[in-house]
C-alpha cells in the first residue's frame, strides 16, 4: 500500500519557537494532503487541506497565520508551527489522498512546547 | 452537519471475547464508511471500508456492514487477541468534499 513518513516523529522545542513538521509519500504522487491535530484520548480534528501548488485551505477556528502550511510538490507538505507555545503540544498527524480518494496516513509527530 | 458518534471507550475485554463498537452516523449524502485503527503511538491505519448501503467490510477478522435504516457501521471480531489493544476510529466521507470526519475514538484494552 501506499507509505507516508513524517519527520520528526518526536519534537521538543521552546516556547516562542517555530517547528516545521514534513509529511512526505514516499511511494505515490499525492496532490492532496490533510493535516489533523490529535489530543490526549480525543479524535483527530481536521487543520487544513493542503494543495500542491496552492494556497491551503483551513478549517474553522485554526489560525493560517501560525500553523503555516506548504505544498511545494507532488510528494512533500510542510506544516510550520510559528511562535509555538504550551497549548500547540499535540500529536500532528498528515495524510495523503490516493487517486481512488482513500487517505493513507503518516505516522505522526509528537510536539512538546516546554 | 456531518458527524460520527461512536461508543466511549475504554472497552476492556478478555482475550478470544466477542467485541462490537458502535457507530452511528449522520450526513447531508451517501457517506463512505471507515474504521481506522490506531495502535500505541503509531499513525492510523485503515482496517476496513464500506462505500454503500448493505456493503459489508471486512479486514483481520473484523467486520462493519453499512446499514443505511439505521445508519450505522458498528465494527465486530468475534475473537480478539492481545495484539488488538488499540484505538479504534469510525469514519466517513462524502465523495465530493472527501474530507474525512471522525468519531470520537474508541479505546480497547485486551487482556491475556
Known amino acids: 500500500g501506499a507509505v507516508v513518513s513524517q519527520h520528526p516523529s518526536r519534537v521538543i522545542c521552546k516556547s516562542g519557537t517555530s517547528v516545521k513538521i514534513e509529511c512526505r509519500s514516499l511511494d505515490f504522487q499525492a496532490t492532496t494532503m490533510f493535516w489533523y491535530r490529535q489530543f490526549p484520548k480525543k479524535s483527530l480534528m481536521l487543520m487544513a487541506t493542503s494543495n500542491e501548488g496552492s494556497k491551503a485551505t483551513y478549517e474553522q477556528g485554526v489560525e493560517k497565520d501560525k500553523f503555516l502550511i506548504n505544498h511545494a510538490s507532488l510528494t512533500l507538505s510542510t506544516l510550520t508551527v510559528t511562535s509555538a507555545h504550551p497549548e500547540d503540544s499535540s500529536f500532528y498527524i498528515c495524510s495523503a489522498r490516493v487517486a481512488s480518494n482513500e487517505q493513507f496516513f503518516g505516522p505522526g509527530t509528537r510536539l512538546t512546547v516546554l | 452537519g456531518d458527524s460520527v458518534t461512536q461508543m466511549e471507550g475504554p472497552v476492556t475485554l478478555s482475550e478470544e471475547a466477542f467485541l462490537t463498537i458502535n457507530c452511528t452516523y449522520t450526513?447531508?449524502?451517501?457517506?463512505?464508511l471507515f474504521w481506522y485503527v490506531q495502535y500505541p503511538g503509531e499513525g492510523l491505519q485503515l482496517l476496513l471500508k464500506a462505500t454503500k448501503a448493505d456493503d459489508k467490510g471486512s479486514n483481520k477478522g473484523f467486520e462493519a456492514t453499512y446499514r443505511k435504516e439505521t445508519t450505522s457501521f458498528h465494527l465486530e471480531k468475534g475473537s480478539v487477541q492481545v495484539s488488538d489493544s488499540a484505538v479504534y476510529f469510525c469514519?466517513?466521507?462524502?465523495?465530493?468534499?472527501?474530507?474525512?470526519?471522525f468519531g470520537g475514538g474508541t479505546r480497547v484494552l485486551v487482556k491475556p
Open positions: 469514519a466517513l466521507n462524502l465523495a465530493a468534499g472527501n474530507k474525512l470526519t
Open positions: 450526513a447531508t449524502g451517501y457517506p463512505s
